[in-house]
C-alpha cells in the first residue's frame, strides 16, 4: 500500500520560478488537503479539496494554485516561488467525514 | 489568523514525568483528532474525539474533549524517550471540510 506520495523530496528553485509539487493518494480518499509546516506555526492549510472538480482556500492560500481533475491526484503549483514560501510542504487525504487523515512523506522547499 | 491555538510550544521532561498539552479553540468543533511528529517525519493520527465530554486512552496517553467542544488536552503519564517528538491537536469547525491544526507542543525527554 503506497498510501500518500509526494513527490519531489527535496526541492531548489530560485526566486519567481515556478514548479509544481505532485500528491497522490491510492486510497479512493474523497478529501485532500495541502499544508504547510514553518517553525513555531505548526501545520497551515494552504488548499483543500473535497472531491474531484471541487477546491477551496485554506488559511494561506496566497502564490499557489490546486486543481483536482481526479480523486487520486492534487498537484499544488507555486506561479513565482518567493523566499518566503520556503518551508516544508505536507499533502494529506482522508475519507468523506470524521476521519483520520494521512499525510506523505513531506516536501522541503528552499526558494533562494 | 489562526483558530486553533495550543500550549505549551516546547516542554522538557526528566523521563519518568508527566506531560500535558492543551488546545483551544475560537469556534466549536465537529471533532479533535490529535497527531504525533517524530522529528525528521511526517504526522500520524494517534486519536479523534468526537463527543462532548469525551475522554479516551491509549495506554500511558489520555485525551480529553471539553464539554463545550472548544477545548482538549493529551496527557502523557511517566514520560519515555519513545514520547519524545511534536504533539498536534487537529479541529474541523462544524460545518467546513477543512481541518485546521494548532501549532503543536514540541515534547523532549531527558533519560
Known amino acids: 500500500n503506497a498510501g500518500v506520495t509526494q513527490t519531489p523530496k527535496f526541492q531548489v528553485l530560485k526566486t519567481g520560478q515556478s514548479m509544481t509539487l505532485q500528491c497522490a493518494q491510492d486510497?479512493?480518499?474523497?478529501?485532500m488537503s495541502w499544508y504547510r509546516q514553518d517553525p513555531g506555526m505548526g501545520l497551515r492549510l494552504i488548499h483543500y479539496?473535497?472531491?474531484?472538480?471541487?477546491?477551496d482556500q485554506g488559511e494561506v492560500p496566497n502564490g499557489y494554485n490546486v486543481s483536482r481533475s481526479t480523486t487520486e491526484d492534487f498537484p499544488l503549483r507555486l506561479l513565482s516561488a518567493a523566499p518566503s514560501q520556503t518551508s516544508v510542504y505536507f499533502c494529506?487525504?482522508?475519507?468523506?467525514?470524521?476521519?483520520?487523515?494521512?499525510f506523505g512523506q513531506g516536501t522541503r522547499l528552499t526558494v533562494v | 489568523g489562526q483558530q486553533v491555538m495550543q500550549i505549551p510550544q516546547y516542554q522538557h521532561v526528566q523521563e519518568g514525568e508527566d506531560f500535558t498539552t492543551y488546545c483551544n479553540s475560537s469556534?466549536?468543533?465537529?471533532?479533535i483528532q490529535w497527531y504525533k511528529q517524530r522529528p525528521g517525519g511526517h504526522p500520524v493520527f494517534l486519536i479523534q474525539?468526537?463527543?462532548?465530554?469525551e475522554v479516551k486512552k491509549q495506554k500511558r496517553l489520555t485525551f480529553q474533549f471539553g464539554e463545550a467542544k472548544k477545548n482538549s488536552s493529551l496527557h502523557i503519564t511517566a514520560t519515555q524517550t519513545t514520547d519524545v517528538g511534536t504533539y498536534f491537536c487537529?479541529?474541523?469547525?462544524?460545518?467546513?471540510?477543512?481541518?485546521?491544526f494548532g501549532q503543536g507542543t514540541t515534547l523532549q525527554v531527558k533519560p
Open positions: 494529506a487525504s482522508s475519507r468523506q467525514g470524521a476521519t483520520e487523515a494521512f
Open positions: 486510497m479512493n480518499h474523497e478529501y
Open positions: 479539496s473535497v472531491g474531484a472538480g471541487i477546491t
Open positions: 469556534t466549536t468543533l465537529s471533532n
Open positions: 474525539l468526537v463527543k462532548s465530554g
Open positions: 487537529a479541529g474541523k469547525p462544524s460545518n467546513t471540510g477543512k481541518l485546521i
